[in-house]
């Protein structure tokens, strides 16, 4: 209300409700883990970013063999994701069984874990939630968590 409270936001693009393929703008709140979580991934990444000319925080350099400068350097493709998620993530932190299978993991979870969060602990937030997501309506939003 009086200007004196300081928000950091995350800006990218949202692609499945644009109307083209370079997707629309949306800034993210990002609280002060998620503030700190970027200076880490900045300091990560400061030297991959420079060798490749790249902005990207998530970078990875291929396994070619190749180093310095005729390595290549890309984003990492959604497999690599997903191996990492469930052969060392969810190792890491135990993650348990179900129904005596390992759990797969994948990234899609995360986004749907938050929003139930949200929506089932104070539904007034549903508003916040929706803009978050980037959903055209809040129905979108009530009806998916």
Partial sequence: ?????????????????????H???????APPPVERAMLV?????ARLRAQSGRSELFLVMAS???????ARINL????????RLNNQFAPFIA?????GEPWHLNTHQGRKTFARFVGKRDRTGLHALQSHFGHVTRAMTDRGY
Avoid: C
């Avoid at 997707?23 to 709140?29: A, D, I, L, P, Y």
């Avoid at 991934?41 to 990444?45: A, G, K, P, T, V």
């Avoid at 993650?95 to 129904?99: K, R």
């Fill in 23 to 29: 997707g629309e703008v949306h800034r993210w709140v």
């Fill in 41 to 45: 991934m900045e300091r990560l990444s």
């Fill in 64 to 70: 070619n063999g190749l180093v310095g400068p005729a």
């Fill in 95 to 99: 993650l348990p069984h179900h129904e």
């Fill in 76 to 83: 990492p493709i959604v497999s690599t994701i997903i191996s």
């Fill in 1 to 21: 209300g009086d200007g004196s409270e300081r928000f950091a936001y995350l800006v990218g693009r949202i692609y499945k409700t644009a109307r083209d393929a």
